[in-house]
């Protein structure tokens, strides 16, 4: 495994260790979760975006940026 990738792993865990609580019990909602939700529901309307036809990452992630251009005209 390359530094890079087990230093953002490493990141990962240790940010989602720190955010869990042992005293929680049950289901607890995420604050503002829903302009989260809103926003992947306005990106999966964009036809580009509904599969990854796209071999290159790079050619995926400049659609996603075009349809997040798109999304913030309109609005």
């Known amino acids: 495994m390359f530094d890079y990738q087990r230093e953002s792993i490493c990141q990962y865990v240790e940010s989602f ?7 929680a019990s049950g289901f607890e909602v995420i604050p503002r979760r829903w302009v989260v939700k809103r926003t992947f529901a306005w990106m999966g309307r964009n036809r580009q975006l509904a599969k990854d036809f ?5 050619t995926s992630m400049a659609y996603l940026e075009v349809a997040m251009i798109q999304l913030m005209i309109r609005r």
């Open 54 to 58: 796209e071999k290159i990452v790079e």
């Open 17 to 23: 260790s720190e955010r869990t609580n042992d005293d």
